[in-house]
């Protein structure tokens, strides 16, 4: 075994020591571990001080690249592969100084979307069973490519072996000595152990010991995992160093550097000793895809997207809550490279620790990722100081070009929030902190728009507003109007009021007036209108308001105005002549 027997010695006294870290249910609770809520005194709320932390997943903006149509990301010690379903596959080279662009594979997208990769080579899994092997240090890119007969779920390389995880087959393996070896029918091993069972996984620590995981129904435990030791000279043939048997039902496996093996499914997240016992860590929703460490915290994405954060010591935070950004993470030099909205960039944990009176009860304590002990907190505080306020729907017509402030709040610099467009309208864009568009013919319609504001420590707000574009400018109405009788000498006021269909103000409109009589006023601006008529103009008085919109186009509506002469004593008509 050596350097692995001594990793695991490694990681039995850590866990050790965390778990012995306060004797008392009080402190086990809040770290993740299993506690048993039946003990005596369960049923009381308790209350301590304590230090509570706030995690958060804070982006490097300065190191940002735009690659579109992310779909999945891996990494190896040297290398970071990105797949994009516009772009194909990008490969870059981890230097120190950052990233460096090696080449990308055009329609490799085409090949499949699922990535795998260790430090010599990438996979990328297809449909129909189809398996490509990537050597980035290849002038082709390319190493070889093949295609089962059955389907197979994932794939881990010790030495010049890649095993393949075939769920219904077995553990089957090819020589990646040459690249025609790669096109061969891969051999079946460890048939005996594996028979009635079904190969969920398999992952290695990158060296000669590879893990499957199986899933047994005949067996006593749920599941099963192969410890599988692949010596280095080739001249022996791999063996099984032992065989691990896992109480709970567990669908993947995650070898994370320096924290050794862990098993994840609906039993949560466990890391896993070489001697078979397991140790929990966490429950969240929905099964994980990603397991990463920095330092002693990990860092987890499940199948939809979301990200948790934590430790075994002080529980878990939810740190990404967006699922449309993908949240795509691999690991870094020193932390992690995290993918969302298309965009690449480092990440790192930032961690804030206060200290307060934290209350809860013992019955409820064993659950880690109780809203009321970590999830709910994240939420309240995720969004403090930062508000994107509401963008209007508007209508517009052709050729009208569209211009829309989007405005903010935040208490921290405003370089650290960064607004993305969500839209498939490719010339629709955000500039500064403005939305742009010039609408074609093509664009004649409604259209939905989201802007997205991100800050660096991962608080996310959006805001959804729609455009309709229409083909021609409409001219704008008027509220309907019929003859109004107004009395002599006596101050008569009314408003014309005109509504503009598509435009990006309704009332943003300029009134006029032809042949206004001798003494009206007319509003500009607000279309009120005021008269005192005199004695010489009792009558019939006739004229016409104009309004037109902020694009150029008018209408015109007819007034009639009824003048008398109101006798003394009389009782004056209202203002609509009755």
């Known amino acids: 075994m050596g350097i692995l027997s001594g990793f695991w010695t490694i990681v039995f006294l850590f866990l050790a020591v965390s778990s012995s870290f306060g004797q008392t249910v009080d402190d086990q609770a809040v770290e993740g571990q299993a506690v048993d809520p039946a003990s005596e005194g369960s049923s009381e709320t308790v209350e301590r001080v304590g230090i509570r ?4 997943l804070v982006e490097d ?6 690659i579109p149509g992310i779909v999945d990301m891996v990494s190896s010690a040297f290398h970071l592969y990105v797949m994009s379903d516009s772009d194909g596959l990008v490969v870059f080279r981890k230097k120190e100084e950052g990233l460096t662009w090696l080449y990308s594979a055009t329609g490799m997208q085409r090949r499949g979307s699922s990535l795998f990769a260790d430090d010599r080579f990438a996979y990328v899994k297809g449909q129909r069973n189809q398996l490509t092997v990537l050597e980035p240090t290849s002038v082709l890119g390319v190493y070889s490519s093949t295609r089962f007969a059955s389907p197979f779920s994932s794939v881990a390389r010790t030495h010049h072996t890649l095993w393949i ?24 091993a460890f048939r005996e152990q594996t028979q009635g069972c079904q190969v969920k996984d398999v992952v290695s620590d990158g060296y000669a010991h590879l893990f499957a995981l199986l899933s047994c129904a005949d067996s006593d435990s749920t599941s099963k995992i192969l410890h599988i030791l692949d010596p280095p000279s080739g001249e022996e043939p791999a063996s099984i160093e032992s065989i691990i048997d896992v109480q709970g039902d567990f669908n993947s496996l995650h070898w994370v550097r320096s924290m050794g093996l862990f098993a994840s499914g609906s039993e949560g997240l466990v890391s896993i000793s070489e001697e078979g016992s397991t140790f929990f860590w966490v429950q969240v929703e929905d099964e994980l895809s990603d397991v990463h460490a920095i330092g002693t915290r990990l860092v987890l994405r499940t199948n939809s997207g979301l990200l948790w954060a934590g430790s075994l010591t002080e529980g878990f935070q939810q740190v990404r ?10 690991q870094a030099s020193s932390g992690l490279f995290l993918a969302q909205y298309d965009r690449l960039q480092n990440a790192s944990l930032e961690i804030e620790q206060e200290e307060r009176l934290i209350a809860f009860d013992r019955a409820t304590a064993a659950n880690s990722t109780s809203p009321s002990l970590n999830e709910e907190d994240s939420n309240q505080s995720s969004n403090q100081g930062f508000q994107l306020y509401t963008i209007p729907s508007i209508t517009v017509p052709l050729p009208q070009s569209v211009i829309l402030p989007i405005s ?22 955000i500039r500064g902190r403005s939305f742009l568009w010039t609408p074609s013919s093509n664009d004649v319609g409604e259209h939905s728009f989201t802007v997205l504001a991100t800050t660096t420590d991962g608080r996310v707000q959006t805001q959804e507003f729609t455009i309709n574009v229409r083909p021609f400018n409409a001219p704008p109405r008027f509220a ?21 269909p598509d435009g990006l103000d309704a009332e943003l409109l300029d009134y006029r007036a032809d042949n206004l009589p001798r003494g009206a006023r007319l509003n500009r601006k607000t279309g009120v209108f005021e008269w005192t008529p005199t004695e010489e103009q009792i009558g019939v008085v006739t004229f016409q308001v104009v ?3 902020q694009y150029g186009t008018a209408s015109v509506q007819d007034v009639e105005l009824r003048v008398r002469s109101i006798a003394s004593g009389e009782e004056s008509p209202d203002q609509d002549g009755r």
């Not at 932390?53 to 958060?56: M, V």
């Not at 990646?176 to 061969?184: A, S």
């Not at 809550?321 to 691999?330: C, H, R």
């Open 165 to 188: 995880a075939f769920e219904d087959l077995g553990i089957g393996k090819l020589s990646l000595e040459t690249p025609e070896q790669v096109d061969m029918d891969p051999e079946f």
């Open 408 to 429: 903010y709040t935040t208490s921290s610099s405003t370089q650290a929030v960064q607004l993305t467009l969500l839209s498939n309208i490719e010339a629709a864009q």
């Open 61 to 66: 903006r300065a190191t940002t690249l735009e």
């Open 321 to 330: 809550s967006d699922i449309g950004g993908g949240n795509y993470i691999t």
């Open 547 to 549: 309004a037109r919109d």
């Open 480 to 500: 309907p109007n019929r003859a109004m009788t107004v009395p002599v000498g006596e101050l008569f006021t009314t408003q014309f009021f005109a509504v503009d």
């Open 53 to 56: 932390e706030t995690i958060r």
